[in-house]
């Protein structure tokens, strides 16, 4: 992944989260999380909700794979300290 669209403190901050915990279950977040801030292709600081909607319409994901990237989007939000949570997929 191109680090430029990856502040050093959030790949930090990434990689403590999935040092700790249910380690499949976090290194797969944190990969989801990569993977959205890759297609996005942009600083992280810069995405906002218009780029969660963009994902979500041009990417055709199971319901069960949806929640998956929701939950690693909104791990992402808290890590970048948004307030509140990101929009939820369009069913």
Known sequence: MNRSLLSRELDHQL?????KGGKTSRRSTVRRARRFIA???RPAEQIGRR???EFFEQHQLSPTTQRDYYYA???LWRLLG???EPPRPRD
């Not at 990689?15 to 040092?19: D, E, M, N, V």
């Open 15 to 19: 990689k403590l989260y999935a040092a």
């Open 39 to 41: 297609f996005c292709q």
């Open 51 to 53: 780029q969660v909607y």
């Open 73 to 75: 989007i909104a791990l």
């Open 82 to 84: 948004r307030s509140g």
